[in-house]
């Protein structure tokens, strides 16, 4: 089984600044074309922005994109991985948090940051390494 730790060695994910305004992190999620972004504070994870957020705490809300502050917005009740957890188990806390974006720590850093379809891809390579396996052992064994 893989971790996510190995998931995400060498996989580059961003970040931004709880400082910032719900308009400039709105803005930057789209130029890169990601649906959340972890927050940091002086480089801890303080939080997590998504496009739920966006809709949910600031449109329906009826808050000003570019006044209000991120702080004000973000998600900071936070699940998160352990780099030595396998994909299925942060796939079932996933499913039992009903999120769609795991920051992955190591200790108390961040270290990278996986979508749910991150993890789909790279449960179902696993599985059908394993169905090549019983293929092979079905089919081509004496």
Do not use: W
């Not at 400082?19 to 999620?29: G, K, L």
């Not at 396998?86 to 948090?97: D, G, H, R, S």
């Not at 009903?98 to 891809?121: E, K, N, Q, T, Y």
């Amino acid at each position: 089984m893989r971790t996510v730790g190995e998931l995400i060695q060498g996989k580059a994910f961003y970040t931004a600044n709880s400082d910032q305004s719900v308009y400039e992190i709105a803005r930057y999620m789209a130029e890169k074309d990601i649906g959340a972004v972890p927050i940091l504070q002086d480089n801890r994870l303080v939080g997590i922005f998504s496009e739920r957020d966006i809709i949910k705490r600031v449109i329906v809300a009826g808050k000003d994109v570019r006044t209000t502050s991120i702080k004000e917005v973000m998600t900071t009740e936070l699940v998160v991985a352990q780099s030595t957890e396998e994909v299925t188990q942060v796939l079932e806390k996933m499913q039992k948090n009903r999120c769609r974006h795991m920051p992955v720590v190591i200790g108390d850093r961040l270290a990278g940051f996986l979508s749910l379809r991150d993890l789909l891809s790279a449960d179902l390579e696993e599985k059908d390494a394993q169905v090549q396996q019983l293929n092979t052992y079905v089919y081509y064994s004496p």
